[in-house]
């Protein structure tokens, strides 16, 4: 069991849907961070959070909305997804925002958009 | 050029084999380096993560860095069955960001 929890595991989704994923850490980390992985390929880096401000924004579509309540939360909110944002998305976290701490990485939601 | 090269395999070996898994990074910066493994339907897990060149062990693994060569390797000793899975190499790009290998997909055949 990893020590990143995410909600749901499995999620299926029309285009006209709103969702909302969500993430939490028990591990005191103050770096979260949300990446999409398509199949076969390596995660792709959407949002990072540092210190429960927004601190990178991969130039991800408006559809995908990150929020941060906590330090231990960070919800990924979702509507009007089309259907090639079908993926894993996972959730990260690390011990601070520096290079120097690794992040440990959760499970996973398998999204499906229809 | 990719920032950092990975053979995607897939790469087959017998139980008991030594894997050795291989990536290439093109960036000199100030950098550290990781692997993970990753198995179906699960997200990465950390299996190993190194600063310095040399050698960093863990059990039946070894990291490895060339920084002068800018090669990075994972050895695998006495696989097993279990090691199945897919393996990510990845540095840091500034504080906040990996950039990971395309992954190489093992597997142990008893």
């Known amino acids: 069991d990893t020590e990143v929890t995410q909600t749901p595991k499995h999620l299926v989704m029309g285009m006209t849907n709103k969702k909302s994923l969500k993430c939490e850490q028990h591990?005191?980390?103050?770096?979260m961070y949300w990446y999409k992985q398509k199949a076969k390929k390596p995660p792709e880096l959407m949002f990072v959070y540092s210190y429960e401000k927004l601190s990178i924004n991969e130039s991800v579509p408006s559809r995908f909305s990150p929020e941060c309540p906590n330090s231990s939360l960070l919800n990924l909110h979702l509507h009007a997804l089309q259907p090639e944002d079908s993926a894993l998305y996972l959730c990260?976290?690390?011990?601070?925002?520096?290079?120097?701490?690794?992040?440990?990485f959760g499970d996973g939601t398998r999204l499906s958009i229809l | 050029q990719k920032e950092v090269e990975q053979d995607p395999g897939p790469l087959s070996v017998p139980e008991g084999a030594i894997v050795s898994l291989n990536c290439t990074y093109s960036?000199?910066?100030?950098?550290?380096f990781m692997w993970y493994r990753q198995y179906s339907r699960k997200g990465p897990e950390l299996l190993m993560y190194t600063y310095s060149s040399g050698n960093k062990e863990d059990g039946r693994f070894t990291a490895q860095v060339d920084k002068s060569s800018k090669y990075i390797s994972l050895f695998i000793r006495d696989s097993q069955p279990s090691d199945s899975a897919t393996y990510l190499c990845a540095k840091t790009q500034g504080a906040q960001k990996l950039v990971f290998g395309q992954g190489t997909r093992l597997t142990i055949n008893p």
């Open positions: 591990m005191g980390h103050r770096a």
């Open positions: 960036n000199s910066a100030f950098q550290y």
């Open positions: 990260a976290s690390s011990q601070d925002r520096q290079g120097s701490q690794p992040q440990h």
